[in-house]
Protein backbone atom coordinates (compact mmCIF):
# COMPACT_ATOMS: atom_id res chain seq x y z
CA UNK A 1 0.00 0.00 0.00
CA UNK A 2 1.33 3.64 -0.93
CA UNK A 3 2.21 5.55 2.37
CA UNK A 4 2.17 9.36 2.70
CA UNK A 5 5.76 10.69 3.43
CA UNK A 6 5.35 14.31 4.46
CA UNK A 7 8.67 16.60 4.71
CA UNK A 8 8.72 19.73 6.71
CA UNK A 9 12.19 21.59 8.35
CA UNK A 10 10.75 20.82 11.60
CA UNK A 11 8.64 17.65 12.66
CA UNK A 12 6.84 18.13 15.97
CA UNK A 13 5.63 15.76 17.95
CA UNK A 14 1.90 15.19 17.63
CA UNK A 15 1.29 14.21 21.00
CA UNK A 16 1.97 17.59 21.99
CA UNK A 17 1.09 21.14 21.68
CA UNK A 18 2.02 23.44 18.97
CA UNK A 19 2.26 27.01 18.21
CA UNK A 20 3.30 27.12 14.59
CA UNK A 21 0.19 26.50 11.85
CA UNK A 22 2.39 23.74 10.06
CA UNK A 23 3.25 21.56 12.56
CA UNK A 24 -0.79 21.80 13.39
CA UNK A 25 -2.11 21.09 9.89
CA UNK A 26 0.79 18.48 8.70
CA UNK A 27 0.37 16.60 12.52
CA UNK A 28 -3.71 16.81 11.92
CA UNK A 29 -3.10 15.08 7.82
CA UNK A 30 -0.81 12.59 9.13
CA UNK A 31 -3.05 11.23 12.10
CA UNK A 32 -4.79 9.30 9.82
CA UNK A 33 -3.11 7.28 8.01
CA UNK A 34 0.41 4.68 8.22
CA UNK A 35 1.76 7.95 7.42
CA UNK A 36 5.76 9.00 7.72
CA UNK A 37 7.43 12.53 8.94
CA UNK A 38 10.45 13.29 7.71
CA UNK A 39 12.53 16.54 9.13
CA UNK A 40 14.45 18.19 11.76
CA UNK A 41 14.05 16.87 14.72
CA UNK A 42 15.07 20.88 16.76
CA UNK A 43 18.49 19.81 17.74
CA UNK A 44 21.61 21.52 17.09
CA UNK A 45 24.63 18.31 17.27
CA UNK A 46 28.30 18.25 16.64
CA UNK A 47 28.87 16.29 13.41
CA UNK A 48 25.14 16.43 12.34
CA UNK A 49 25.86 16.14 9.04
CA UNK A 50 27.58 13.09 9.35
CA UNK A 51 24.01 11.65 11.30
CA UNK A 52 21.68 9.11 10.28
CA UNK A 53 17.85 9.09 10.37
CA UNK A 54 16.27 8.24 13.81
CA UNK A 55 13.24 6.04 13.47
CA UNK A 56 9.97 6.45 16.32
CA UNK A 57 6.42 5.79 16.33
CA UNK A 58 4.01 8.97 18.47
CA UNK A 59 0.53 9.45 17.76
CA UNK A 60 0.15 7.44 15.12
CA UNK A 61 2.74 8.59 12.96
CA UNK A 62 6.08 7.34 12.48
CA UNK A 63 8.63 10.15 12.95
CA UNK A 64 11.65 10.27 11.10
CA UNK A 65 14.29 12.96 12.26
CA UNK A 66 17.97 14.14 12.03
CA UNK A 67 19.90 16.93 13.94
CA UNK A 68 21.59 19.78 12.27
CA UNK A 69 25.21 21.03 13.04
CA UNK A 70 25.57 24.59 14.11
CA UNK A 71 26.40 25.66 10.95
CA UNK A 72 23.26 23.85 9.03
CA UNK A 73 21.25 25.98 11.50
CA UNK A 74 22.83 29.18 11.32
CA UNK A 75 23.23 28.65 7.02
CA UNK A 76 20.15 26.93 5.85
CA UNK A 77 17.79 27.96 8.67
CA UNK A 78 18.18 31.28 10.24
CA UNK A 79 20.66 32.79 7.45
CA UNK A 80 18.88 31.63 4.16
CA UNK A 81 15.16 30.27 5.19
CA UNK A 82 14.40 33.02 7.68
CA UNK A 83 17.19 35.95 7.16
CA UNK A 84 15.85 36.06 3.38
CA UNK A 85 13.44 34.02 1.56
CA UNK A 86 10.68 34.80 4.94
CA UNK A 87 10.75 38.49 4.50
CA UNK A 88 10.72 38.56 0.90
CA UNK A 89 7.93 35.92 0.78
CA UNK A 90 6.47 38.28 3.68
CA UNK A 91 6.94 41.66 1.00
CA UNK A 92 9.72 42.46 3.35
CA UNK A 93 12.49 43.60 1.14
CA UNK A 94 13.48 46.08 3.81
CA UNK A 95 14.50 43.66 6.01
CA UNK A 96 15.67 40.60 3.88
CA UNK A 97 19.43 39.61 3.96
CA UNK A 98 21.13 37.99 1.25
CA UNK A 99 24.51 35.84 1.49
CA UNK A 100 26.36 33.22 -0.12
CA UNK A 101 27.36 31.11 2.75
CA UNK A 102 23.69 31.25 3.92
CA UNK A 103 22.21 30.21 0.31
CA UNK A 104 25.29 27.16 0.08
CA UNK A 105 24.08 25.78 3.37
CA UNK A 106 20.49 25.83 2.23
CA UNK A 107 21.67 23.78 -0.37
CA UNK A 108 23.58 20.97 1.26
CA UNK A 109 20.96 20.79 3.97
CA UNK A 110 17.91 20.11 0.79
CA UNK A 111 20.80 17.55 -0.29
CA UNK A 112 21.37 15.84 2.54
CA UNK A 113 17.83 15.48 3.02
CA UNK A 114 17.21 14.44 -0.08
CA UNK A 115 19.89 11.47 -0.02
CA UNK A 116 17.99 10.08 3.47
CA UNK A 117 14.77 10.83 2.21
CA UNK A 118 15.51 9.13 -0.92
CA UNK A 119 16.85 5.92 1.14
CA UNK A 120 13.40 5.49 3.05
CA UNK A 121 10.62 5.16 0.52
CA UNK A 122 8.66 3.17 -1.43
CA UNK A 123 8.66 3.10 -5.56
CA UNK A 124 4.71 4.32 -4.83
CA UNK A 125 4.40 6.17 -1.64
CA UNK A 126 3.60 9.54 -2.12
CA UNK A 127 5.78 12.68 -1.11
CA UNK A 128 4.88 15.61 0.49
CA UNK A 129 6.91 18.66 0.89
CA UNK A 130 6.16 22.09 2.83
CA UNK A 131 6.99 25.12 3.06
CA UNK A 132 10.18 27.58 1.74
CA UNK A 133 12.77 26.04 3.70
CA UNK A 134 12.51 23.04 1.11
CA UNK A 135 11.58 24.36 -2.41
CA UNK A 136 14.76 22.88 -4.07
CA UNK A 137 14.10 19.03 -2.16
CA UNK A 138 11.93 17.38 -5.17
CA UNK A 139 14.64 18.82 -7.38
CA UNK A 140 17.96 16.63 -5.31
CA UNK A 141 15.12 13.69 -5.05
CA UNK A 142 15.03 13.70 -8.89
CA UNK A 143 18.67 13.78 -9.50
CA UNK A 144 18.84 10.97 -6.98
CA UNK A 145 16.56 9.19 -9.40
CA UNK A 146 13.51 9.23 -7.10
CA UNK A 147 10.46 9.30 -9.34
CA UNK A 148 7.61 9.24 -6.85
CA UNK A 149 4.81 11.61 -6.95
CA UNK A 150 6.27 14.61 -5.24
CA UNK A 151 3.82 17.69 -4.18
CA UNK A 152 4.72 21.15 -2.45
CA UNK A 153 2.48 23.22 -0.74
CA UNK A 154 3.58 26.86 0.04
CA UNK A 155 2.34 28.28 3.58
CA UNK A 156 3.38 31.32 3.14
CA UNK A 157 2.47 33.89 0.30
CA UNK A 158 3.89 34.33 -2.87
CA UNK A 159 4.65 37.90 -3.37
CA UNK A 160 4.43 39.46 -6.89
CA UNK A 161 7.38 38.87 -9.45
CA UNK A 162 8.68 42.45 -8.86
CA UNK A 163 9.86 41.08 -5.29
CA UNK A 164 10.87 37.86 -5.66
CA UNK A 165 12.76 38.38 -8.48
CA UNK A 166 15.06 40.77 -5.88
CA UNK A 167 16.18 37.29 -4.35
CA UNK A 168 19.96 36.78 -5.68
CA UNK A 169 19.32 33.12 -7.89
CA UNK A 170 15.93 33.37 -7.62
CA UNK A 171 16.18 31.77 -11.27
CA UNK A 172 17.53 28.72 -9.77
CA UNK A 173 15.21 28.65 -6.97
CA UNK A 174 12.04 28.74 -8.67
CA UNK A 175 13.06 26.87 -11.40
CA UNK A 176 13.56 23.80 -9.00
CA UNK A 177 9.83 24.01 -7.95
CA UNK A 178 9.67 22.23 -11.63
CA UNK A 179 10.73 18.64 -10.32
CA UNK A 180 7.14 18.97 -8.29
CA UNK A 181 4.26 17.36 -10.07
CA UNK A 182 1.75 19.75 -7.62
CA UNK A 183 2.49 22.87 -6.18
CA UNK A 184 0.29 23.92 -4.13
CA UNK A 185 -0.28 27.79 -2.94
CA UNK A 186 -2.98 29.19 -0.66
CA UNK A 187 -4.84 32.00 -2.30
CA UNK A 188 -5.40 32.49 -6.59
CA UNK A 189 -3.45 35.62 -5.60
CA UNK A 190 -0.49 33.94 -4.80
CA UNK A 191 -1.19 31.38 -7.71
CA UNK A 192 -1.60 34.25 -10.11
CA UNK A 193 1.92 35.85 -8.61
CA UNK A 194 3.94 32.62 -9.50
CA UNK A 195 2.09 32.38 -12.82
CA UNK A 196 3.22 35.66 -13.70
CA UNK A 197 6.83 34.84 -12.53
CA UNK A 198 7.09 31.94 -14.73
CA UNK A 199 6.04 34.12 -17.61
CA UNK A 200 8.23 37.21 -17.14
CA UNK A 201 11.23 35.14 -16.01
CA UNK A 202 10.33 32.47 -18.97
CA UNK A 203 10.19 35.38 -21.81
CA UNK A 204 13.11 36.85 -20.53
CA UNK A 205 15.09 33.25 -20.67
CA UNK A 206 13.40 32.81 -24.44
CA UNK A 207 10.42 31.25 -25.19
CA UNK A 208 8.65 28.12 -23.61
CA UNK A 209 5.85 26.09 -24.89
CA UNK A 210 3.88 25.67 -21.58
CA UNK A 211 4.98 28.03 -18.68
CA UNK A 212 5.23 24.75 -16.31
CA UNK A 213 6.62 22.45 -18.62
CA UNK A 214 10.23 21.29 -17.77
CA UNK A 215 11.61 18.51 -19.99
CA UNK A 216 9.75 15.28 -19.77
CA UNK A 217 7.70 16.39 -16.69
CA UNK A 218 4.42 18.34 -16.34
CA UNK A 219 4.48 20.49 -12.99
CA UNK A 220 0.95 22.02 -12.14
CA UNK A 221 0.39 25.06 -9.53
CA UNK A 222 -3.22 25.55 -8.02
CA UNK A 223 -4.87 27.34 -5.11
CA UNK A 224 -5.07 24.83 -1.68
CA UNK A 225 -6.52 26.81 1.03
CA UNK A 226 -5.62 25.89 3.99
CA UNK A 227 -8.20 24.86 7.17
CA UNK A 228 -8.50 23.58 10.54
CA UNK A 229 -10.59 20.67 12.15
CA UNK A 230 -13.50 21.77 13.32
CA UNK A 231 -14.75 19.71 14.99
CA UNK A 232 -12.07 19.14 17.83
CA UNK A 233 -11.72 23.03 18.18
CA UNK A 234 -15.90 23.21 18.68
CA UNK A 235 -15.35 20.17 21.12
CA UNK A 236 -12.34 21.99 22.73
CA UNK A 237 -14.51 25.18 23.38
CA UNK A 238 -17.36 23.29 24.81
CA UNK A 239 -15.98 21.35 27.70
CA UNK A 240 -16.70 21.73 31.40
CA UNK A 241 -13.55 22.91 31.72
CA UNK A 242 -13.44 25.72 28.94
CA UNK A 243 -17.13 27.04 30.37
CA UNK A 244 -14.83 27.31 34.27
CA UNK A 245 -12.08 29.04 32.52
CA UNK A 246 -14.71 31.80 30.41
CA UNK A 247 -16.81 32.34 33.58
CA UNK A 248 -12.96 33.54 35.46
CA UNK A 249 -11.97 35.30 32.12
CA UNK A 250 -15.78 37.23 32.15
CA UNK A 251 -15.87 38.04 35.79
CA UNK A 252 -15.39 41.92 37.07
CA UNK A 253 -16.48 44.82 34.92
CA UNK A 254 -14.60 44.20 32.18
CA UNK A 255 -17.38 43.16 29.67
CA UNK A 256 -15.28 42.94 26.22
CA UNK A 257 -12.24 40.71 25.73
CA UNK A 258 -10.65 41.09 22.26
CA UNK A 259 -7.79 38.68 22.10
CA UNK A 260 -4.91 38.24 19.76
CA UNK A 261 -3.17 34.90 19.15
CA UNK A 262 0.30 34.31 17.32
CA UNK A 263 3.86 33.86 17.22
CA UNK A 264 5.64 36.68 17.60
CA UNK A 265 6.38 37.70 14.20
CA UNK A 266 6.87 41.18 12.64
CA UNK A 267 4.45 39.68 9.81
CA UNK A 268 1.62 39.04 11.97
CA UNK A 269 1.09 43.16 12.21
CA UNK A 270 1.44 43.51 16.47
CA UNK A 271 2.68 46.98 17.07
CA UNK A 272 0.39 48.05 14.83
CA UNK A 273 -2.46 46.26 16.24
CA UNK A 274 -1.33 47.58 20.02
CA UNK A 275 -1.65 51.43 18.14
CA UNK A 276 -5.15 50.57 16.73
CA UNK A 277 -6.02 49.69 20.59
CA UNK A 278 -4.49 52.98 21.62
CA UNK A 279 -6.37 54.74 19.75
CA UNK A 280 -9.44 53.23 20.37
CA UNK A 281 -9.11 53.98 23.68
CA UNK A 282 -8.47 57.38 22.64
CA UNK A 283 -11.47 57.93 20.34
CA UNK A 284 -14.01 55.54 22.73
CA UNK A 285 -13.67 56.69 25.83
CA UNK A 286 -16.36 55.02 27.22
CA UNK A 287 -15.22 51.83 26.46
CA UNK A 288 -12.36 52.22 28.37
CA UNK A 289 -12.12 50.22 31.89
CA UNK A 290 -14.94 47.72 29.89
CA UNK A 291 -12.03 46.44 27.11
CA UNK A 292 -8.68 44.95 27.53
CA UNK A 293 -6.93 43.59 24.74
CA UNK A 294 -5.21 40.02 25.64
CA UNK A 295 -2.59 39.28 23.60
CA UNK A 296 -0.46 35.95 23.11
CA UNK A 297 2.53 36.08 21.33
CA UNK A 298 5.14 33.13 22.45
CA UNK A 299 8.78 34.44 20.81
CA UNK A 300 10.12 32.36 18.30
CA UNK A 301 13.58 32.67 16.00
CA UNK A 302 14.91 34.64 18.88
CA UNK A 303 18.14 34.94 17.33
CA UNK A 304 17.17 36.96 14.51
CA UNK A 305 17.75 41.03 15.14
CA UNK A 306 14.06 41.22 13.63
CA UNK A 307 12.70 39.60 16.09
CA UNK A 308 14.60 40.50 19.52
CA UNK A 309 13.55 44.43 17.96
CA UNK A 310 9.82 43.48 17.75
CA UNK A 311 9.57 42.17 21.38
CA UNK A 312 11.27 45.08 22.68
CA UNK A 313 9.05 47.51 20.67
CA UNK A 314 5.61 45.73 21.83
CA UNK A 315 7.00 45.67 25.94
CA UNK A 316 7.48 49.49 25.21
CA UNK A 317 3.93 50.16 23.63
CA UNK A 318 1.78 48.01 25.82
CA UNK A 319 3.82 49.65 28.78
CA UNK A 320 2.81 52.86 27.17
CA UNK A 321 -0.66 52.09 27.32
CA UNK A 322 -1.10 50.66 30.42
CA UNK A 323 0.50 53.50 32.07
CA UNK A 324 -1.07 56.52 29.97
CA UNK A 325 -4.76 54.32 30.60
CA UNK A 326 -4.51 52.07 33.07
CA UNK A 327 -6.03 52.40 36.71
CA UNK A 328 -5.74 50.33 39.90
CA UNK A 329 -9.01 48.37 38.96
CA UNK A 330 -7.60 47.92 35.40
CA UNK A 331 -4.96 46.84 33.22
CA UNK A 332 -5.85 47.26 29.38
CA UNK A 333 -3.64 45.46 27.67
CA UNK A 334 -2.52 41.81 28.80
CA UNK A 335 0.78 40.41 27.12
CA UNK A 336 1.68 36.72 27.35
CA UNK A 337 4.99 35.56 26.21
CA UNK A 338 4.31 31.52 25.83
CA UNK A 339 2.54 28.87 24.04
CA UNK A 340 -0.77 28.27 25.62
CA UNK A 341 -2.07 24.60 25.39
CA UNK A 342 -5.10 24.48 22.51
CA UNK A 343 -7.61 23.76 24.72
CA UNK A 344 -7.01 26.56 26.85
CA UNK A 345 -6.71 28.65 23.45
CA UNK A 346 -10.20 27.39 22.50
CA UNK A 347 -11.73 28.45 25.89
CA UNK A 348 -10.02 32.02 25.35
CA UNK A 349 -11.48 32.66 22.35
CA UNK A 350 -14.97 31.07 22.97
CA UNK A 351 -14.70 33.99 26.22
CA UNK A 352 -13.69 36.98 23.63
CA UNK A 353 -15.84 39.21 22.47
CA UNK A 354 -13.62 39.93 19.38
CA UNK A 355 -11.32 37.94 17.94
CA UNK A 356 -8.39 39.98 16.59
CA UNK A 357 -6.11 38.76 13.76
CA UNK A 358 -4.66 41.93 11.89
CA UNK A 359 -1.24 40.40 10.26
CA UNK A 360 0.68 42.67 7.75
CA UNK A 361 1.24 39.92 5.45
CA UNK A 362 0.06 36.15 6.14
CA UNK A 363 -0.31 32.72 3.80
CA UNK A 364 -3.72 31.77 5.27
CA UNK A 365 -3.96 32.43 9.41
CA UNK A 366 -5.55 29.32 10.87
CA UNK A 367 -6.06 31.73 14.14
CA UNK A 368 -8.89 33.70 12.06
CA UNK A 369 -10.80 30.00 11.59
CA UNK A 370 -10.10 28.77 15.16
CA UNK A 371 -11.56 31.70 16.46
CA UNK A 372 -14.71 31.29 14.91
CA UNK A 373 -14.73 27.94 15.28
CA UNK A 374 -14.68 28.69 19.26
CA UNK A 375 -17.58 30.82 19.25
CA UNK A 376 -20.74 29.90 20.74
CA UNK A 377 -23.12 30.15 18.25
CA UNK A 378 -26.11 32.27 20.36
CA UNK A 379 -23.69 34.37 21.39
CA UNK A 380 -20.88 34.61 19.09
CA UNK A 381 -17.90 37.25 19.43
CA UNK A 382 -17.00 39.03 16.01
CA UNK A 383 -14.13 38.37 14.10
CA UNK A 384 -11.88 41.57 12.89
CA UNK A 385 -9.42 40.36 9.92
CA UNK A 386 -7.04 41.89 7.95
CA UNK A 387 -7.21 42.00 4.26
CA UNK A 388 -3.76 40.78 3.69
CA UNK A 389 -4.04 37.41 5.41
CA UNK A 390 -5.22 34.74 3.24
CA UNK A 391 -8.01 33.79 5.10
CA UNK A 392 -9.72 37.34 3.71
CA UNK A 393 -9.97 35.46 0.50
CA UNK A 394 -12.68 33.94 2.08
CA UNK A 395 -14.07 35.03 5.08
CA UNK A 396 -15.98 37.45 3.68
CA UNK A 397 -18.28 38.05 6.82
CA UNK A 398 -15.58 39.40 8.79
CA UNK A 399 -14.54 43.44 9.87
CA UNK A 400 -12.02 43.55 7.16
CA UNK A 401 -9.41 46.46 7.89
CA UNK A 402 -6.59 47.69 6.91
CA UNK A 403 -4.21 47.12 9.37
CA UNK A 404 -1.73 50.14 8.59
CA UNK A 405 -4.59 51.97 9.06
CA UNK A 406 -5.34 52.94 13.05
CA UNK A 407 -8.45 54.63 12.86
CA UNK A 408 -9.85 52.00 10.52
CA UNK A 409 -8.87 49.04 12.81
CA UNK A 410 -9.76 51.48 15.97
CA UNK A 411 -13.51 51.95 14.22
CA UNK A 412 -13.94 47.89 13.67
CA UNK A 413 -13.11 47.75 17.07
CA UNK A 414 -15.84 49.39 18.19
CA UNK A 415 -18.27 48.42 15.85
CA UNK A 416 -17.01 44.66 17.10
CA UNK A 417 -17.92 45.87 20.65
CA UNK A 418 -20.92 47.41 20.30
CA UNK A 419 -22.51 45.14 17.25
CA UNK A 420 -26.51 44.07 18.34
CA UNK A 421 -26.65 39.91 18.44
CA UNK A 422 -28.70 39.47 15.57
CA UNK A 423 -25.81 40.90 13.58
CA UNK A 424 -23.24 39.10 15.18
CA UNK A 425 -25.54 35.89 15.00
CA UNK A 426 -26.03 35.99 11.71
CA UNK A 427 -22.28 36.65 10.42
CA UNK A 428 -20.98 33.73 12.55
CA UNK A 429 -23.41 31.78 11.00
CA UNK A 430 -22.12 32.33 7.28
CA UNK A 431 -18.26 32.56 8.60
CA UNK A 432 -18.66 29.33 10.21
CA UNK A 433 -20.31 27.63 7.03
CA UNK A 434 -16.95 29.01 5.27
CA UNK A 435 -14.33 27.96 7.82
CA UNK A 436 -16.28 24.08 7.61
CA UNK A 437 -16.38 24.34 3.88
CA UNK A 438 -12.60 24.48 3.52
CA UNK A 439 -11.54 22.82 6.98
CA UNK A 440 -8.06 20.63 7.36
CA UNK A 441 -9.37 17.56 5.42
CA UNK A 442 -10.55 18.89 2.71
CA UNK A 443 -7.22 20.28 1.85
CA UNK A 444 -5.82 17.23 2.40
CA UNK A 445 -8.08 15.25 0.06
CA UNK A 446 -8.02 17.73 -2.25
CA UNK A 447 -3.88 18.44 -2.54
CA UNK A 448 -3.65 14.52 -2.49
CA UNK A 449 -6.06 13.32 -4.99
CA UNK A 450 -4.18 15.97 -7.28
CA UNK A 451 -0.72 14.63 -6.33
CA UNK A 452 -1.97 11.08 -6.85
CA UNK A 453 -3.23 12.66 -10.33
CA UNK A 454 -6.87 11.86 -9.94
CA UNK A 455 -8.56 13.08 -12.61
CA UNK A 456 -12.14 13.29 -10.64
CA UNK A 457 -10.95 15.30 -8.07
CA UNK A 458 -10.31 19.01 -8.26
CA UNK A 459 -8.95 21.22 -5.40
P1 LIG B 1 1.77 30.55 11.33
O1 LIG B 1 2.47 31.77 10.84
O2 LIG B 1 2.37 29.88 12.49
O3 LIG B 1 1.58 29.49 10.16
P2 LIG B 1 -1.22 30.48 11.82
O4 LIG B 1 -1.84 30.03 10.56
O5 LIG B 1 -2.02 31.50 12.51
O6 LIG B 1 0.25 31.06 11.68
O7 LIG B 1 -1.12 29.23 12.77
C1 LIG B 1 -0.69 29.32 14.07
C2 LIG B 1 -1.16 28.08 14.86
O8 LIG B 1 -0.46 28.00 16.09
C3 LIG B 1 -2.63 28.13 15.19
O9 LIG B 1 -3.15 26.85 15.16
C4 LIG B 1 -2.65 28.72 16.60
O10 LIG B 1 -3.74 28.33 17.40
C5 LIG B 1 -1.38 28.16 17.17
N1 LIG B 1 -0.81 29.12 18.14
C6 LIG B 1 -0.43 30.38 17.90
N2 LIG B 1 0.01 30.97 19.03
C7 LIG B 1 -0.11 30.06 20.01
C8 LIG B 1 0.16 30.05 21.41
N3 LIG B 1 0.60 31.11 22.06
N4 LIG B 1 -0.07 28.92 22.08
C9 LIG B 1 -0.55 27.83 21.44
N5 LIG B 1 -0.84 27.78 20.14
C10 LIG B 1 -0.62 28.87 19.43
C11 LIG B 1 2.01 29.36 8.78
C12 LIG B 1 1.65 30.55 7.87
C13 LIG B 1 0.15 30.82 7.95
C14 LIG B 1 -0.63 29.58 7.57
C15 LIG B 1 -0.15 28.38 8.36
C16 LIG B 1 -0.77 27.09 7.87
O11 LIG B 1 2.40 31.70 8.26
O12 LIG B 1 -0.21 31.90 7.09
O13 LIG B 1 -2.01 29.77 7.84
O14 LIG B 1 1.27 28.23 8.28
O15 LIG B 1 -0.56 26.91 6.50
Known amino acids: MSRLVVVSNRVADPSQPQSGGLAVAVGDALQNGNGIWFGWNGEIQEGAEKSGVTLERSGGVTLATQPLSQREYDTYYLGYANRALWPVFHYRLDLAEFDTAALDGYRSVNQRFAKSIAALVDDDDLIWIHDYHLIP ?3 ELRKLGVENRIGFFLHIPFPPPEIVSAVPDHVWLFDTLHAYDVVGFQTEQDASNFKRYVEQTADSAGPVTHPFRNGTRKMTAHTFPIGIDVDSFVEMANTKKASDRIRRLTRG ?5 IIGVERLDYSKGLPDRFRSFRRFLEKYPDQRKKTVLMQIAPPTRGELAAYAEIRTELEQLSGAINGAFGDFDWTP ?9 RDTLAALFRG ?5 VT ?13 VAAQDADDPGVLILSRFAGAAADLE ?7 YDADEVAKAMHLAVTMEADERIDRHKRLLARVRGRDISSWQTAFLAELRGDATAKP
Open 359 to 371: PLRDGMNLVAKEY
Open 253 to 257: DVRNH
Open 397 to 403: EALIVNP
Open 352 to 356: SKVGL
Open 333 to 341: VRYIHRSVP
Open 137 to 139: LAA
